[in-house]
Each structure stands twice: as C-alpha cells, then as structure tokens.
C-alpha cells in the first residue's frame, strides 16, 4: 500500500487523493482559504502551501538511494507547493507549517499581503468569531502591518440579491461564491469583476443574485464579505447556541443547525451530511426561524359562543377528554400529519389503538413541479414516509372531506388543512374540531380547541425523509416546562450558563407555553382511565423499534452516528446505512 510521510509520521493511503484533504482527514491543520471539498480546485489563495519530496529511488536495484548520515536521501521540489491541488503519491515527504520555517513563513507573508488591504472592521463585521481570516491570521499571520499607503476602497453594502448583501472591500477573490453559482447551484449568476486589487465578486449588470441557493455563498464565504441581509447585526456568534436539527420546508431531510440566543432562533445554517444534503441548503430552509418564534400558540384556546379565548391546561384536557367521551367511536376522525415527527404520529396512534377508533388518517402535502432535482422537493413535508410506515392510511382530498363529512369530532394533529386548502370553513360546520398545533393559522381559528404544542425546534424527535432515511432533531428553544441547564438533551451557551433572569439578555417572555404532544395525550389518556404514558422522544422511539419490524434497530444513538438510518419504505424492513 502506498505511504505518505507528513511531518515526521508515515501514513497508508488508497487511490486518488489531494493532499489537504487527506491532512485535514487526518486531523492535522493546513491553512487555506479557497478550497472547498465540494468544489474545484483553483489553488488562487497559496494559503495552503506546504514544503514537498519525494524519497530518490535507484533505478536499476529500486532501492532508497541514503545521504551521508544513512537517512533515506529526498530530492524537494524546487519551490513551496499548493496542498490543496497536489496529488498524492507513494514515498511523498511532506513538511508543513509545525516541522519547517519556511513554510511557516510563506504562510505569514502570504497572510500580510492579503490583509494589505482588508479593512480593519472585525468590530462591526458579523463574521467576527466564525471568520477563517481572522482565526488564521492569529495563528499564523504578522503580529502587525507594515502597510502605510491608503487601502484600496470598493463597493460596501451592496444589495446583490434579496438575501445577499456585499461589502466587497473584505473580499480576498477566493472565488468559492462563483464556483458555487457556477457548479452547485449552476445559475452562473455570480463572477468576478474588474482586475488585480480593484477585483470583488459582483452580477451582470441589471441582474439580481436570486438564486435559490444563494445564502449558502455566505457559509462558504472565508471572510464578511458576503452576509445576510436578513441576519445583519442581529447577534454574535458567540452570544448564541448551536443545535444539529432538519428542514422542515421539505421532504429531503436536509440536516441544518438552528443558532439560538435568548430563546429565539436568530438564523439558520446548512450542516454537512454527505448522505443527505452534502453541504447545502435551500434559501427557504432559513426563512422557517420565523415560525420558530413568530405567531405561537401559547396557552390552550377554546371557543365559547363563536370567540376563541385563552383557558387553562386543565379545562382544555377535560374539554378534551368529554368530547371523546360524549362522542361515537365510530363517529370521531384522528388526522395525523406527515409534517409532524414519528414520535408524535405514533403516540397519536396508539391513542386512537386504546380507544378502539380507526387509526389516524394523513393527507401528504405536495405541490406538483415545485421540486429541482436537488434539494428542492415536491413534497412540502419532512415526514410523509414516516406516517406510511406507521401504516397511517393515506387520503387524498377527495377522501379526507368526505371523512370529515361523516364525523361529529376531528381531532387534527399538527395539520392545517384549511391554510393548504384541502379542507374549509364549511366542512368544520357541525363538527366539534380540536387541532394540535404550534403556530396561528386559518385552521386553529376555525377550531373549537386549540392545544399548544412542541415544534421542531423544541423537542427531540425523528423524521423519514423520501429517500427513507430517518434522522432525528435535540431541542434548541425551552418552552415554559423545559429547563435547558438539566435537559441533556440540550447544549448550553455562554450567556446560558453564566446568565440569570435578571439580565437583559435573557428574556422569559420568549418561552412558549406549550407541551410536546406525547405529554399532553399521557394528560388525556390518564383522564380516561388508559395509559399512554413517555417522558420522551426517546423512549417512544424505543418501542417503535420494537412492536414496528419497519423501524428494527433504530434508536437516538445509532442515527446520530451514522447521519440517520436507511430505511426500506416500500418493503417496511431495514437496510444498512
């Protein structure tokens, strides 16, 4: 097998691989600005530059050619190479900055020419913290500058798009956002103008950067030159908690992390699932923090004389429970939804199970050619294949009006049928309807109850994408009943763990009151005398895998391994990931 020798250390390699990779793989550290493993390779940046030879070989007895000292003699190449675009070969010799001097210092003077004209404004740029420059500039840069001419200006707080905004000033040409328009994205919306230190990323003239996939150009962006309009001086990266979760905005299941601080999601960020969504997320899947925050339902609402009103938990679980009670098995309608978790689908299940009513129904919510082939979906739902593989019977919209036609109580979970324009004000008429729902919408004003509960961002659950692959959330928001400092399930910030209610950054007002659906039916149950009773995500998804053979040997640990667990949908059993 082929050996590579990095820094004194002798490794094994197979295939084709690129240096900097392969040491970053390692765990090791090069210094780089504009390679990205998902992109080409232009090697503009020569941040990355590392001192290699190759051991001499005789030709004639292939053996080791030694030096005087008996040490295996290296012929180096004549110059400083580019890791990044370097190819690997059997009996390579690498030094990089921790073993030579002169690597380390190619890097710090490649730093200083860079800086020559980057402003000084990590103060007020919202990189700050999260900056590549930044961080390698003091671990490797000059201690200071000795530039005294006036810096090249360009173009600041330029719109390029919606979503986008430019500051092309701190831009130090990496070119990632045009490779990105150019090979991921492919709308080739972004190039480089102008030439030599007057050269920023820019659009054609009269074109708009509205990309679909434009904000991920800010991920990848190495320095604050390209930030979120929406997310400008909103907070520092350091002020906020970082939280693996999903988008919800479709059925690919693409892996995000939610930033919180004082409770509130303040942005969204792509997070690396090489099964899933590589690096990338849709611009939609940013927008859906509002959701998080905005228009909650806080408290149970009930409707007395045709206006909804705020009640008690306790008066919402009786009403509940004496509607079920007063009404027809035959006559009440469960209506599951693919935009609500596994763990929320099957408790609401085997509620229905110990009543001895029909098992819930769901109406997958698609849209016709609104899919890319990419990250973009036709289904609007992130878990339409988990409701099948609970065996939820399907219905079109056709169908569902004409169950609720025939039911006197329907009870909906996390579904708003109205808002999708599946059901209307009309087909609620007559009936007795209770919705489980996060946010305010058309269909929670038209119910008779209204029960707060958890969304994604609050609890701990899983999700089956249309690939089949199930992946799971941790809450990143506590509600009025969750404790982030004792839920381990939660990670805990700077201002969280040294801050208390009497700071002004911490606010109790943005803490919802709701419930995750599998405590409220074990409220339910309880008061009918059944026994629905979890005290988690976790524990529902232990007994899924359990008495469901579609789910055997799923659990929180083994998704957070592997990236999710694929599963198989149609034939309901398991497959390897």
């Known amino acids: 097998m082929p050996e590579i020798v990095i820094d004194g250390q002798t490794y094994e390699f197979e295939g084709d691989k690129m240096l900097l990779q392969f040491i970053q793989d390692l765990g090791k550290e090069v210094p780089f600005f504009c390679y990205h493993p998902a992109m080409s390779i232009p090697a503009n940046c020569r941040q990355c530059m590392v001192k290699v030879g190759q051991y001499v070989k005789d030709k004639e007895t292939d053996k080791y050619e030694l030096d005087d000292n008996g040490e295996k003699q290296i ?262 939804s693919p935009h609500a978790s596994v763990e929320e689908n099957y408790v609401f299940g085997k509620y229905a199970n110990l009543l001895g009513i029909n098992p819930p129904v769901f109406t997958p919510d698609i849209e016709e050619g609104r899919g890319d082939d990419f990250l973009i979906t036709d289904d609007r739902a992130p878990n339409t294949n988990g409701c099948k593989l609970l065996d939820f019977k399907e219905e079109d919209e056709k169908s569902i009006r004409k169950s609720v036609k025939n039911a006197d109580l329907v009870i909906i979970l996390s579904d708003h049928l109205m808002d999708r324009g599946i059901l209307s004000k009309e087909d609620f008429e007559g009936k007795f309807v209770i919705v489980l729902g996060t946010n305010h919408t058309k269909t929670t004003k038209a119910a008779n109850l209204v029960i707060p509960i958890t969304c994604i961002a609050e609890h701990a659950a899983s999700y089956v994408n249309l690939d089949g692959r199930i992946q799971r959330t941790l809450p990143a928001k506590e509600t009025k009943y969750t404790n982030r400092r004792i839920d381990f399930e939660m990670s805990e910030g700077r201002t969280d763990r040294y801050g208390t209610n009497f700071d002004n950054w911490r606010s109790e007002e943005n803490k919802i009151d709701c419930l995750p659906v599998w405590k409220f039916m074990a409220q339910v149950a309880e008061h009918s005398g059944l026994n629905v009773s979890f005290n988690s995500g976790r524990e529902i998804m232990e007994e899924i895998s359990e008495l469901n053979e579609a789910f055997s040997g799923v659990s929180y640990p083994a998704m957070d391994d592997n990236g999710g667990i694929q599963l198989s949908v149609e034939g309901k059993k398991k497959t390897k990931a």
């Open 75 to 336: 012929r180096w190449f004549p110059k400083l190479q580019t890791s990044c675009n370097l190819k690997m070969t059997d009996d390579m010799v690498v030094h990089t900055q921790e073993t030579d001097d002169l690597v380390k210092r190619a890097q710090k003077d490649n730093l200083e020419f860079i800086l020559i004209n980057h402003p000084l404004d990590c103060p007020i740029c919202d990189q700050a913290g999260e900056c590549p420059l930044q961080i390698q500039t003091y671990k490797y840069g000059p201690e200071g500058s000795r530039f005294e001419v006036k810096k090249i200006h360009k173009p600041k707080r330029v719109q390029l798009g919606p979503r986008v905004t430019l500051d092309a000033e701190r831009c130090i040409n990496c070119t990632r956002c045009t490779r990105f328009t150019q090979e991921i994205s492919e709308t080739h919306q972004l190039t480089i103008t102008s030439r030599g230190d007057k050269n920023y990323p820019a659009t054609a003239p009269g074109e708009t950067f509205d990309d679909p996939y434009s904000m991920n150009t800010i991920d990848i962006c190495p320095v604050g030159a390209l930030t979120s309009s929406d997310f400008r001086f909103k907070a520092r990266v350091w002020e906020m908690n970082q939280t693996p979760s999903l988008d919800i905005t479709n059925g690919k299941g693409s892996n995000i992390d939610l930033w919180t601080r004082d409770n509130l999601i303040l942005r969204i960020t792509p997070r690396h699932n090489e099964h899933v969504n590589d690096h990338w997320i849709p611009d939609e899947a940013r927008d859906v923090y509002k959701l998080f925050n905005e228009n909650r339902v806080s408290r149970p609402v009930q409707k007395l004389d045709g206006e909804q009103i705020l009640s008690s938990w306790n008066n919402a679980i009786a009403t509940f429970s004496e509607q079920i009670a007063e009404t027809d098995n035959k006559k009440i309608l469960m209506i599951g």
